[in-house]
């Protein structure tokens, strides 16, 4: 710990005769500490500080605290007494004599001996040997005479081929070009000494690979303070807040070197805007827009791609590009690099300079190589406009830093101070050398900054992220690590753990304690989430490893075991795992835990057939995602959820459930769900009778592609779309060729519709014989097995469901062929009636299924047909109007009730024949 004494002398006097002065100093030096980290309180009027000796780049940064102060105090020198500052460890005991008895001209500075050896490099100290007048004898304190300045190189001999480069570049017509060579020979200066020429001062778009955690986000950081003040003048309305939008989005990803397909659009839409005010703007001054990629050998395959599909749909007329290789290399693994980018550049410039030798670095203090390294640091993970306000979040002064940042670029350490790329040879290793033990405070602190933008929601979790602070020295808590490894899952971008675990890093990265419930957790993770019903019961077969000792991940072991017994229909064992995975969950306040528990435990209330404690744990779950933040299982919570409000009848609330699915699944790249939400949108439209909604919804989610698109998906769209051109009353086309249970039921469903009785019963017949079976319902995964909702999949089994639908058709196709003229018995007709009374009677909870009415108005429709007394088809319309208008009673929107009521054929049909009996 370093103390710092500040006094004035004859203070109480100043502070008399000139107040304003006497505040203003003590104002100043209060903040000059605040600033370097100090903490400073008043003692008998003087102030005293105490600073932390362990930070880094502290002597430097008291260096600049001092300088401060002494340029305050110089220029109201001649308003006061003299002044005295005193800089050392041990002033609690002779700092006040000290302040009292030294003389205080010159800088007023003195300091201790431990204080003089850290500060040697930076000032010149007077009367060494301590004989001064007036110093205690033994007290080893010397005044500062004054500051060492650090004057800058010439750029001669920092950037001796400059010129060169420059030469090189300008000779021909201007093409494409990409330069070689050997580092440090300052390409990246001859570029843009070029580029500035060709652009008369304005800004090139400068993309610089192998930065900031490599990846998508090298675009992202393109658009610099500079690009961004030239370009905003050109940007349509709406258009910026579009562009830094997508830069957040782009941004959260940065540590991931896998990217979903969702991600890459983002990046791409990013680049095409962006390109385009770019162009804008430099057309507008009548010059050429100029792209520079920096390190194109250190592109990876999704960035690459990206900027050559970029290239040739748009940039090829539009702009110049210049590009650079990175590294030291023979010319055959040159060309080898340059493979991909033959497309973009139609020369290669290689300068080879015999007497080239990499600069040997400056003489550094250890300061200086602490900032160096923790710029270095930084530059692996953050954009470079970011560094100031990242040193000042991490409570390191980033004057100090600017100002260090001014000696690298004069000394040639660096050769942009926007962007400081180190140019020593093997830079990192060669400060990890130099600092010994002290690499691990730098590095502490990038690793904190990165944990704290975690926090902040500013990166998402991947494993990627966990790798880079292991790298560092750190790692993440028990909650980071399992949300990262839950989003890779999620976005199914898992190669970098699968290499972890292949290479057996996995165990080191995330900590021999979670080694074995996390990789347990992320093989039935992975299954549930993406595999087939073969893949998810081997995963299963695992047998579950303890994890007691840490309860959030025994909760999310549970959370899985329930979802695959959700799935098999074991709904006690289910439910058993849910509800303990619920409690442990109560007690974590990070992570999404109780949001998954809350969200299984109402498809378990499903399962379960209590409708209404299923709506009360999805309304739990909603709350709790929303207020924390958690979009990506807000998305699937709110899917269910709008099934739940289909069963309960609420169907305006599934409509807004669903719209909230779309919004949450689009934000969080959720593209499957998404997706899935949108059809049952459509499948919400046709409830209420909005055919024409529906055929639309159908027909776009049909011409949309969606990557990984599971293999029922085309086959479920064109069936419902047949479906709802039957309702229009349209040539329904041909059904797909392999037909679904959706679509053999549909078949039967039109025939009837189109008069076609005989064969309403021969395709029912023929579905008799082959109705599915139970089957493994996917919890975790849009379920594509049927258009119908796995919310009524879970509630009622497939067999019956599909069995009682089919049956209705077949009654009522039995019904209408009792007439004398077709048969001249009345055997079809009972068999229509016992049909329906059979399928009312076997209705387990009719008022929670979609088509309970429709059942009840089918058997009012039979006992028309085969001629029944009017007292029997009184009693039937009546039930089903009452069943009718008590689901249309659940709808919280007085259009949508409306729709439902008048709109769709059977409920339509059903209100007429309440009026022909004077219900209505």
Same mark, same amino acid.
């Given at each position: 710990?370093?103390? #710092?004494?500040f ?6 006097q ?8 006497h505040?203003?100093?003590?104002d ?8 370097? $980290?100090?903490?400073?309180? &008043?003692?008998r009027?003087?102030i ?14 008291m ?6 102060? +002494?340029?305050?105090?110089g220029k ?23 302040? !009292?008895?030294?003389?205080?001209g ?51 001999k920092i950037?001796?081929?400059?010129? !060169? ?5 300008? @000779? ?13 020979i ?19 778009l400068?993309?610089?690979? =192998?930065v900031g ?24 309305h ?6 830094d939008?997508l830069e ?11 990217y979903s397909?969702y ?21 507008a ?18 960035? +690459?791609?990206l900027?050559?599909?970029? #290239?040739?749909?748009r ?22 690099g ?9 020369r290669?410039?290689q ?26 640091l ?5 954009p470079?406009a ?5 040193f000042?979040?991490? $409570?390191?002064?980033?004057? &100090?830093v ?7 670029m004069g000394?040639?350490?660096?050769d942009? !101070?926007?962007?400081p ?7 990192d ?19 904190g900054?990165?944990l ?7 990166f998402r979790p991947?494993?990627?992220l ?9 790692? $993440? ?5 399992m ?9 199914? +971008? ?5 290499k ?5 890093r996995?165990?080191?990265?995330? $900590? ?5 419930p ?17 893949e998810?019961?081997?995963a ?9 000792a ?20 074991d +709904?006690?064992?289910a ?20 949001v998954?528990a ?8 499903i399962?379960? @057939?209590r409708?209404g ?6 309304d ?37 459930m ?18 899935r ?6 499948r ?5 009778g ?6 639309d ?8 592609e ?13 069936a ?5 051109r039957?309702?229009?009353? @349209? ?10 249970p ?13 008069g ?17 079976e ?12 049927? =258009?119908?909702?796995?919310?009524e ?6 067999k ?9 058709? !077949?009654?009522?196709?039995l ?6 003229s077709?048969s ?6 009972? &068999? ?27 058997h009012?429709?039979v ?5 029944a ?7 039937a ?8 208008r ?6 919280d929107?007085?259009?949508t009730r ?7 054929y059977w409920n339509?049909? &059903? ?10």
């Open positions: 710990m370093i103390r #710092f004494l006094s004035l002398r004859y203070q109480a100043i502070r008399h005769t000139r107040p304003e002065l505040s203003f100093l003590e100043s030096i209060l903040e000059i500490i605040g600033a370097s $980290g100090g903490t400073a309180r &008043m003692e009027g003087d005293a500080a105490s600073f932390n000796d362990k930070a880094i780049g502290f002597w430097f940064d260096l600049a605290a001092l300088e401060s102060i +002494t340029d305050i105090l109201a020198e001649s308003e006061l007494y003299g002044y005295i500052c005193l800089v050392g460890q041990n002033l609690d005991e002779t700092g006040l004599f000290l302040t !009292r008895s030294l003389p205080s010159g800088t007023g500075i003195w300091c201790d001996y431990s204080a003089q050896r850290s500060l040697l490099p930076y000032a010149l100290f007077e009367n060494s040997s301590g004989e001064t007048r007036g110093i205690p004898a033994g007290s080893g304190y010397s005044r500062i005479g004054s500051f060492r300045s650090f004057p800058d190189r010439e750029a001669e950037f001796p081929y400059r010129e !060169r480069i420059h030469r090189i570049l300008s @000779q021909g017509s201007r093409k494409n070009a990409v330069l070689a060579g050997p580092r440090f300052g390409k990246r200066d001859g570029l843009r000494l070029h580029c500035n020429n060709l652009l008369k001062g304005l800004p090139q400068r993309i610089v690979f =192998g955690r490599n990846g998508l986000g090298c675009f992202t950081d393109a658009l610099t303070a500079e690009i961004r003040s030239l370009i905003v003048p050109f940007a349509p709406g258009g910026m807040e579009e562009l939008k957040e989005t782009i941004f959260q990803e940065r540590f991931r070197r896998q397909p991600f890459v659009r983002k990046a791409r839409r990013f680049m095409e805007l962006l390109l385009d005010f770019y162009e804008k703007a430099v057309y001054k009548a010059l050429k827009p100029v792209i520079i990629l920096e390190n194109i050998n250190r592109a990876d395959a999704p960035s +690459t791609g900027f050559i599909g970029l #290239f040739q749909d940039i090829r007329a539009n702009c110049l590009v210049y590009g650079s290789f990175s590294e030291n290399d023979s010319a055959a693994n040159i060309e080898s340059l493979d991909n980018w033959t497309k973009v550049f139609s290669v410039i300068v080879s300079l015999e007497d080239f030798s990499p600069p040997e670095p400056p003489e550094m203090t250890g300061d200086f190589w602490e900032i160096a390294y923790a710029l270095s930084f530059r692996r993970y953050f470079c970011l560094f100031l306000p990242l000042e979040e991490a $409570g390191i002064n980033p004057k &100090m600017s100002q260090a940042l001014d000696i690298f000394q040639g350490v660096i942009f !101070r926007e962007d790329q180190m140019r020593i040879a093997d830079f290793a060669r400060a990890e050398q130099i600092l010994g033990e002290r690499k691990h405070l730098v590095r502490a602190v990038v690793s900054r990165i704290s933008w975690v926090d902040r929601g500013r991947c494993y990627d966990l790798e880079a602070l292991a790298d560092l020295g750190g790692s $993440g808590s028990d909650s980071l690590v949300d990262s490894l839950t989003d890779d899952v999620i976005s199914n +971008t898992c190669e970098s753990i699968e972890a675990l292949r290479e057996k996995f165990s080191k990265v995330v $900590g021999p304690r979670r080694y074995a996390l990789l347990y957790i992320f093989n039935t993770s992975r299954a549930l989430t993406h595999q087939n019903e073969e998810i019961r081997r299963f077969l695992t047998p579950v490893p303890d994890a007691d840490i309860p959030s991940y025994k909760a999310r072991i549970l959370f899985n075991l329930a979802a695959f017994y959700l799935g098999c229909k +709904t006690a064992a439910q058993e795992a849910a509800k303990e995975s619920m409690i442990l969950s109560q007690d974590q306040e990070e992570g999404t835990g109780l998954r809350y969200r299984l435990f109402s498809l378990v209330n399962c379960r @057939q409708v404690e299923a709506v009360d744990y999805s739990f779950a909603i709350e709790k995602a929303e207020h924390s933040g958690h979009f990506g299982e807000l998305a699937i919570t709110t899917y269910y959820a709008a099934g739940i409000h289909l069963l309960f009848g609420n169907l305006s609330k599934a409509e807004r669903v719209r909230q699915t779309d919004e949450s699944a689009s934000v969080t790249g959720r593209i499957e769900w998404a997706d939400a949108r059809f049952l949108l459509g919400l439209r046709f409830e209420t909005r055919y024409q909604e529906a055929f919804i159908f027909a776009m989610l049909l011409d949309q969606i990557p990984g698109a599971p293999e029922g998906r085309e086959q479920i769209l064109r419902w779309i047949y479906r709802s039957v309702f229009l009353r @349209q040539s329904p086309g041909k059904l797909p060729g392999a037909q679904s959706d679509a053999r039921l549909f078949a039967i469903e039109a025939a009837y519709l189109s076609e009785y005989e064969q309403t019963i021969r395709l029912a017949d023929s579905f008799y014989t082959d109705l599915p139970a089957r493994f319902i996917f919890i975790e995964q849009p379920d594509w097995w049927s =258009g119908f909702a796995q919310c999949l879970l509630l009622f089994p497939p019956d469901f599909f069995n009682r639908l089919l049956s209705t058709y !077949r009654a009522l196709a019904g209408k062929l009792n007439k004398p077709v001249g018995h009345g055997t079809a007709g009972e &068999m229509a009636l016992d049909g329906m009374r059979k399928v009312i009677r076997e209705e387990g909870l009719p008022q929670t299924d979609p088509n309970d009415a429709f059942y009840y108005y089918s009012y429709c006992l028309r047909e085969i001629g007394v009017e007292v029997d088809m009184d009693t319309i009546s039930i089903a109007f009452k069943r009718l008590t689901r249309a009673s659940n709808i929107d007085i259009e409306r729709a439902y009521l008048s709109l769709n339509n049909a &059903m209100s007429q024949a309440a009026k022909a009996h004077r219900l209505i």
